[in-house]
């Protein structure tokens, strides 16, 4: 998506570690007009599917996922980071380990929210080593609902996350790519788009 690879060379910056900071319009401040256009295109490239549900993670795929909500008509569902297993049985309950804080998290969905006539589709902001993504998936698994997709607005191409979910047939659509980045010059080289120029990436591309 050409408008969010434009943003992300205006504004994104470079930090050592393989971290690309988005704070200015996607992580702390938000665009959410951009947000919006991030929907529609979620929308386009999922059209075929039965969706029924969006889930995501607190806190950074929330806003984005409420958005993109609005050109589904779905409800969202987000994991929480919980300090505490909940023993309570009402949970499905999965581990996480988070790239950018380098610990392991807790991360429920009540029972109530997730149930097997639901077709979800995972949204969240970042795609990296695809910890996240995957233990997304568990909780659908748990909850013996069905992954109809995920749609990322900025994958780390040169990560493993994308390899592994695609590897497992899921539908992975990712905004904008990032082939490589340097933190010490500051460039980042985004993977090239489909040639019909319509956004998107194509699954041959992948
Ligand atoms: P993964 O679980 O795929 O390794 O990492 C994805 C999660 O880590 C996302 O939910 C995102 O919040 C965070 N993350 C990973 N890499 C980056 C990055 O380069 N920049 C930012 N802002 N967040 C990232």
Excluded: W
Excluded at 21 to 30: A, E, G, I, P
Excluded at 79 to 86: F, R, T, V
């Amino acid at each position: 998506m050409k408008l969010l690879e434009e943003r992300i060379r205006k504004d994104g910056v470079v930090k050592p570690g393989n971290v690309l900071k988005v704070d200015s319009f996607l992580n702390h401040r938000m665009d959410v007009e951009l947000f919006d256009a991030m929907g529609a295109e979620f929308k386009r490239l999922f059209a075929k599917r039965p969706i029924n549900k969006i889930l995501t993670i607190e806190a950074s795929g929330i806003g984005i996922a409420c958005v993109a909500a609005q050109h589904f008509h779905v409800p969202v569902v987000f994991a929480k980071k919980s300090q505490s297993i909940n023993l309570d049985g009402e949970s499905y309950v999965t581990q996480i380990q988070s790239f950018t804080h380098k610990r392991v998290y807790d991360v429920i969905v009540s029972k109530k929210y997730l149930s097997p006539e639901d077709h979800i589709l995972i949204v969240d902001d970042f795609l990296a080593n695809g910890c996240a993504v995957i233990g997304l998936i568990e909780l659908i698994q748990s909850a013996g609902a069905t992954v109809e997709g995920v749609g990322i607005a900025v994958e780390k191409g040169f990560q493993e996350g994308g390899v592994l979910i695609r590897g497992r047939g899921i539908q992975v659509e990712s905004l904008a790519i990032v082939e490589s980045m340097d933190a010490e010059t500051g460039t980042i080289e985004f993977r090239p788009q489909d040639p019909e120029g319509k956004g998107g990436y194509g699954a041959e591309s992948l």
